[in-house]
């Protein structure tokens, strides 16, 4: 016992002397790690490795952006006013003045003219709006082409793949705030998409705009849905987002050292950090360049919406012209039934569109389906070795791009001097032709680089060296390639692909085979059969043509 009290006293004078020599700061990481446990997750997590490529900075952007936007939006929450009571201007920009708006875009001339700073930071806002959109859109696009949404990652696809929409439609309602001609303009695009819905469309136009279009409520309701409903989901799945990156090994590129089990890269603290740290106010920065010498949305010279008038040339953000492409160039048919109008010269583009963007996110499960891998995976595939996905992905984005200039084919019209309707058919007919011709294009451009790879890992590199041989002829002398780039070229798995197999079993019984496994046997062999891969080189292929004077 009395070993025991010394034992305590010295620890308790220890401690009391660790205490009188402690900092503030150090006491105060004390008291919080005894009440959260932060030592223990700071030194689980803070070095916690991750390996180093260019396109990792994408997803990087998208983060950097969105936390801009929170900032800059917050600043303009101060100033704008969202309401529809109107008003007659007097205020700095002269050529409005005595002219009749809402308080909604006085005040949004008020911050542009009138606040220190305002209309940088509403150019800085824009700017990284569409900044976060073409940096969601390229990062999802370099995880489908790598096939990193693939187990255990399909959650994480999903919440990308939900920010992506939710981002589309929080700059719908972003820029319909300012209530200038070109966003009400917009807000009546979207209103006639609504009334195309049967049965309960005049219902949803009456109940958002409270009324008859325009309404006086539709300022007023979009202001919180933009600033606080739909931010806070998304800040909640960005939350989401980053817990499961940092739950789940980094994906990384094929590479030696690099297998599903290991990562090669820098720790989280202090490498990773610092670098991420240099990129924000990089991005910040030139956001801010962008904000301040490239005009975006001037709502002055537009001047406020009036449902008799309609902007010369409007075009939504490039994120929406898709949708405005499909309804621009649908021809305009009208069906009558029983005394009631159909309009699905606008309700089948209405539709399309978010079907289209609905296949992007069920990929994934698809192809888990149509493979049955229930493996995890943390390694990237090269494009190149899986044709099939690579060629749905740039048809996909080629027919984004024709829709785009459906979107614009009036600016287009114009400025390429050429006939609308011209521009028109078209888009119509690109519409089927241009994906189809894209993915066959990209499926041969993909095998044709699988064929070069599995040259150089049997032939080895060309050196431009030429050699005249003993009986005349004249070869190219061929260098080995090192055992990295081997590896880099050979990593990748090709297992057969789902197949029904013998219809008829050993005991001569007809095998009951369903659609499902009949539709799911002709899509495997048609995206991972023989015909949509070039069979790597064996060990025994390369070992035969290696082991003698084959290189020159």
């Known amino acids: 016992m009395d070993g025991a009290r010394s034992v305590n006293g010295a620890a308790e004078t220890g401690g009391s002397a660790r205490g009188a020599s402690a900092g503030k700061g150090e006491k105060l990481a004390d008291w919080a790690d005894g009440r959260l446990g932060l030592y223990g997750l700071a030194k689980a997590n803070m070095r916690k490795v991750f390996p180093d490529h260019w396109s990792f900075m994408l997803g990087e952007i998208c983060l950097y952006s969105f936390i801009i936007l929170i900032l800059t939006g917050i600043y303009l929450t101060l100033f704008f006013e969202p309401s529809g009571v109107e008003v007659v201007y007097h205020g700095s920009y002269e050529p409005l003045n005595g002219v009749v708006m809402t308080r909604a875009y006085e005040s949004s001339l008020d911050i542009s003219f009138d606040v220190r700073g305002g209309l940088l930071i509403r150019q800085i806002h824009h700017w990284a709006a569409v900044v976060f959109i073409a940096g969601m859109l390229i990062h999802m696009m370099r995880v489908f082409f790598t096939g990193a949404y ?18 589309i439609i929080t700059g719908l309602t972003g820029y319909s705030l300012p209530d200038d001609l070109l966003s009400g303009t917009g807000i009546r695009f979207a209103d006639g998409a609504i009334l195309s819905i049967p049965i309960v469309g005049t219902y949803l136009s009456m109940f958002l705009f409270g009324g008859e279009f325009p309404g006086h409520d539709i300022i007023s309701r979009l202001f919180p849905v933009h600033v606080l409903l739909l931010p806070g989901i998304m800040l909640g799945l960005v939350v989401a987002h980053l817990i499961l990156v940092f739950y789940h090994k980094h994906t990384q590129y094929p590479g030696p050292g690099r297998d599903q089990k290991s990562v090669v890269g820098m720790p989280f603290l202090p490498v990773y950090m610092a670098k991420a740290g240099g ?19 001037p709502v002055w010279a537009f001047g406020p919406y009036r449902p008799d008038l309609v902007t010369t040339g409007a075009q939504p953000d490039w994120y929406l012209g898709f949708s405005e ?21 606008v309700l089948i583009p209405f539709s399309l569109f978010p079907l289209i963007l609905l296949a992007l996110g069920v990929y994934p499960f698809v192809e888990a389906w149509i493979t049955g891998d229930k493996r995890e995976h943390h390694i990237l ?21 024709v829709l785009l200039i459906g979107g614009g084919n009036d600016i287009v019209a114009t400025h390429l001097h050429l006939s609308i309707n011209a521009i028109t058919w078209f888009v119509r007919i690109a519409f089927f032709v241009v994906p189809v011709l894209a993915f066959l294009v990209t499926k041969r451009f993909c095998m044709g680089l699988q064929r070069r790879d599995r040259d150089k890992v049997l032939h080895g590199r060309e050196t431009g060296v030429i050699r005249r041989l003993p009986h005349g002829e004249f070869v190219e002398v061929h260098e080995r390639l090192p055992q990295d780039q081997l590896h880099t070229l050979t990593q990748h798995e090709q297992e057969p692909a789902y197949g029904i197999g013998p219809m008829v079993d050993a005991n001569g019984v007809r095998r009951q085979v369903t659609v499902s496994q009949r539709v799911r046997a002709q899509l495997a062999r ?3 059969g023989p015909e949509s891969r070039i069979a790597k080189p064996t060990p025994e292929e390369y070992r035969e043509l290696t082991s003698g004077d084959h290189h020159h």
Request: proline content about 6%.
């Open 279 to 297: 990129f924000f106010f990089l991005v910040f920065g030139v956001l801010t360049i962008m904000g301040g010498i490239a005009s975006i949305n």
């Open 150 to 167: 693939r187990k255990p990652r399909e959650v994480n696809w999903i919440f990308g793949w939900t920010l992506l929409m939710l981002g």
């Open 381 to 401: 595939d090269r494009p190149r070795n899986a044709p099939v996905r690579t060629g749905l992905g740039v048809a996909w984005l080629s027919l984004y791009g």
């Open 325 to 345: 492409g499909l309804i621009r160039v649908m021809p305009g048919w009208e069906i009558n039934i029983w005394g009631h109008t159909l309009i699905p010269g």
């Open 526 to 528: 048609a995206m991972f």
